[in-house]
């Protein structure tokens, strides 16, 4: 089954591939990635932490969130992965929990439905700001249009029940890495 | 694993903001990065303004523009109000700011990473607790005050104040510190005051008159002060109403002398803001116009594209795609003040296109989204049975083969019930969350299935591009 989308780039891959290729050094992408990682290894911001994945692709990361004080993800940490798309930073990255995540907007598979990674993305986004966002997210989280409804109706309404799922689907990160 | 990555030697090819931290100018930081855009992170390129005051790159912005989706309107990045490309304006001043700032960054950055060198500072008076704090106040004042006095208007009180500061010093400090305040409000003096008085100051000091420099409100106890163009000593009051007269004729004599300029440091000026106009005037490059696709059939298309030299191969997407692209980058293009010739920009257009395709290989193989969608096709297929009856209730399933018009219908109220449909199933646990997830890869297989069951109407091809 291949996706509707994919059909045509294969094909134009073929075609690609037989003219010579010259990828620029300094292309946007590659160059606008690289001074993120600078500036996020510069400012060094407590509780969140990304790196791209290996040297030869610039365009998957992967990052961590420590969850906020005061929240019931305090103390605990979270995987996730970043991919940019070859248009970025004029279309946002595809953002994943890669640890289970219990939290009214991400799904089972780490999907997170928050309006700054979809329709209300902006150009000035940097991997440092959705970070951030992300990590607001876990302790304001927006129950009015969740993706995990048991979580969304805990919330506010058990706050033990809420800590207890929450935590039976947690794990922690070396074991993640471990896999 | 992370560790092992050695991004070293990319990272010192990068310039960023953050150099100056740790340096002895780490107030630089904040010019450094007023001088960059927001969009690329890098100076600003041909920068242009929006009609918001925000300023970017000319191809940042025009390619953000160029992707916003036709049916909504492109907003500003920083502030989302609405911008038309239009409507964007050169931003001149920036421009030469980020040509001047980056030709000295090297050079500044050299110096402030240098050890911090003591000056000793020769100072005359024994009190010196006073002289380390007041005194340093009272530099700043006074070097204010001779900023203000040929421009503002000045109270009758700094002329006094000035005369009891003088008092205090020693006579041979005062000498020392008198030439440092000129040289240091030189290159403060220019751009704060207004147009003519700041010509007349830089005409004076550019003539190197030595009279202006040792004549200052400290060389007058009395609080009298030199005018700066014909040096005539008089108080701060008389110096406002004698200086416009002074400075017309001094002005008129010089054109006289020689009528093609009348200063140094006005023409340097001059050419400087002359230069784009000059450039753009000898090479008019043609901006290109952006196209409606839907009114191009393939075929036009192609020929269009060919027309401009450009690849016309691949799909429709893949041509549209390569337009917009080729567009914006012609445009920023023809902004710029050292236009690239048209062979480099193919070369970047070509650069953009394989980075476009290698993304897309690596995430079809890379998928893991994908083959999870494999296993789970029946449940999809099952999923949006249910969410059909739901969403028509009146149709049955079995009408799925005849009326294409119905059918039709029923595909664009499952896409335009993207949001909604989800939230119908959320009783039912576990698989639900998952089809209520929307993400692209959701699309794209809703999409297929769609494909799949239903002979494809003409809408799907290009509405999920």
Not at chain 2, 84 to 90: G, M, N, P, Q
Request: net charge negative; charged share 25%.
């Amino acid at each position: 089954m291949d996706s509707q989308n994919s059909t045509p780039t294969t094909f134009s891959s073929h075609k690609m591939q037989d003219a010579p290729t010259t990828m620029a050094d300094s292309h946007s992408v590659t160059k606008r990635l690289q001074s993120e990682l600078m500036q996020l290894m510069m400012s060094n911001v407590p509780g969140i932490s990304a790196f791209p994945v290996s040297d030869s692709n610039l365009c998957q990361w992967t990052g961590t969130i420590s969850g906020p004080e005061g929240t019931y993800y305090e103390g605990l940490t979270y995987k996730i992965s970043m991919t940019f798309p070859p248009n970025y930073p004029y279309h946002a990255p595809v953002i994943r929990f890669v640890s289970p995540m219990w939290h009214p907007n991400v799904d089972m598979s780490g999907n997170i439905c928050l309006d700054i990674l979809k329709e209300k993305w902006s150009a000035i986004y940097n991997v440092q700001t959705i970070l951030l966002s992300l990590q607001s997210l876990l302790g304001e989280p927006n129950n009015a249009s969740p993706l995990n409804a048991q979580a969304a109706d805990l919330w506010d309404g058990n706050p033990a029940e809420y800590k207890r799922l929450m935590m039976t689907h947690y794990k922690d990160i070396g074991e993640i890495n471990d896999e | 694993m992370l560790s092992s990555i050695g991004y070293s030697t990319i990272m010192d090819q990068i310039s960023d903001p953050s150099d100056w931290t740790g340096t002895r100018l780490p107030s630089l930081l904040m010019l450094d990065s007023s001088l960059r855009c927001r969009i690329c992170k890098d100076f600003f390129k041909s920068p242009f303004m929006t009609e918001c005051t925000h300023t970017f790159c000319s191809l940042c912005i025009r390619k953000c523009i160029a992707s916003t989706p036709t049916s909504e309107t492109a907003c500003c990045p920083i502030c989302r109000a609405p911008v038309l490309e239009i409507r964007l304006r050169r931003n001149q001043v920036v421009e030469d700011l980020v040509e001047w700032f980056e030709n000295a960054r090297a050079a500044i950055m050299t110096t402030a990473k240098e050890e911090p060198v003591v000056i000793a500072v020769p100072v005359a008076s024994t009190d010196s607790e006073r002289v380390s704090s007041s005194e340093r106040r009272g530099r700043k004042r006074r070097r204010d005050s001779v900023d203000e006095e040929p421009s503002t208007s000045v109270t009758p009180e700094s002329g006094d104040s000035a005369s009891r500061r003088a008092a205090r010093r020693g006579s041979r400090k005062v000498s020392y510190e008198v030439k440092l305040d000129i040289g240091e409000s030189e290159d403060e003096v220019a751009p704060f005051d207004n147009g003519k008085k700041s010509d007349a100051r830089s005409s004076a000091s550019s003539r190197g008159d030595s009279s202006f420099i040792i004549l200052d409100d400290d060389g007058n106890p009395d609080g009298l002060v030199p005018c700066p163009v014909c040096n005539v000593v008089m108080t701060p009051q008389e110096v406002q109403i004698h200086l416009d007269d002074c400075f017309k004729e001094q002005e008129a004599k010089e054109s006289r002398a020689n009528p093609s300029s009348s200063s140094k440091s006005n023409d340097h000026i001059r050419t400087l803001q002359s230069q784009p106009l000059s450039t753009k005037s000898k090479k008019p490059l043609q901006r290109l116009p952006k196209l409606q696709y839907d009114l191009f059939n393939d075929s036009k298309l192609r020929s269009k594209l060919v027309e401009l030299g450009l690849p016309a191969y691949g799909t429709r997407v893949q041509l549209q795609q390569r337009h917009t692209e080729w567009v914006s980058l012609w445009n920023a293009n023809a902004d710029s003040n050292n236009p690239k010739t048209k062979k480099q920009l193919l070369r970047d257009l070509n650069d953009w296109e394989s980075n476009l395709t290698k993304y897309a290989v690596q995430k079809v193989s890379a998928n893991d989204l994908a083959t999870w969608g494999r296993t789970h096709s029946n449940e999809f297929d099952d999923l949006i049975a249910r969410a059909k009856k739901n969403v028509q209730k009146k149709l049955h399933p079995e009408q799925q083969q005849g009326e294409p018009n119905t059918v039709e219908v029923n595909v664009q109220n499952q896409h335009e019930g993207q949001d909604s449909v989800p939230k119908e199933l959320k009783k039912v646990d576990g698989i639900d969350q998952k089809i209520s997830s929307r993400t692209d890869e959701r699309m794209d297989y809703d999409c297929d299935v769609l494909k799949g069951t239903l002979i494809t109407p003409p809408v799907s091809s290009d509405a999920f591009m």
